[in-house]
C-alpha cells in the first residue's frame, strides 16, 4: 500500500512561485512513476507533470517552462516547483504513484489528499 502525504501549498500573487512536495511510503517497485495533477473548481483532474524513477519528464502543454518536477529517491520524495504561476494555476494539486509511467489520469492507482494552490492578488 502506497501513501502518498502533499505539502507546500498555500497562497501566493499572480507571477509569484511555490515549491510542493510529496513524501510516499511503499516499496520502491509502487512509486516508480510519480506525478503531480490538479483539479479546479467544477473542472476534471489533469495530469500537469509526471517523473520515472530513472528521471524521464513529461508536462502538460499549459505549464511547460513554468513547472518543473524532480525526485529524491533516497527520500522517495517528489517535489513540482511552480513560477510564473497564473491565476489558471489556482486548484487542488494532488501528488500520485504508480509502477507504470505514463500521462493519462487512470494509469495511477495511488493517490494522496491534495494541497490546496490559490493564484490571487
Known amino acids: 500500500q502506497v501513501q502518498l502525504v502533499e505539502s507546500g501549498g498555500g497562497l501566493v500573487q499572480p507571477g509569484g512561485s511555490l515549491r510542493l512536495s510529496c513524501a510516499a511510503s511503499?516499496?520502491?517497485?509502487?512509486?516508480?512513476?510519480m506525478a503531480w495533477a490538479r483539479q479546479a473548481p467544477g473542472k476534471e483532474r489533469e495530469l500537469v507533470a509526471a517523473?520515472?524513477?530513472?528521471?524521464?519528464?513529461n508536462y502538460a502543454d499549459s505549464v511547460k517552462g513554468r513547472f518543473t518536477i524532480s525526485r529524491d529517491n533516497a527520500k522517495n520524495t517528489v517535489y513540482l516547483q511552480m513560477n510564473s504561476l497564473k491565476f489558471e494555476d489556482t486548484a487542488i494539486y494532488y501528488c500520485?504513484?504508480?509502477?507504470?509511467?505514463?500521462?493519462?489520469?487512470?494509469?495511477?492507482?495511488?493517490w494522496g489528499q491534495g494541497t490546496q494552490v490559490t493564484v490571487s492578488s
Open positions: 511503499g516499496s520502491r517497485f509502487s512509486i516508480n512513476a
Open positions: 500520485a504513484a504508480d509502477p507504470k509511467f505514463g500521462f493519462v489520469r487512470s494509469t495511477y492507482g495511488s
Open positions: 517523473i520515472t524513477s530513472g528521471g524521464s519528464t
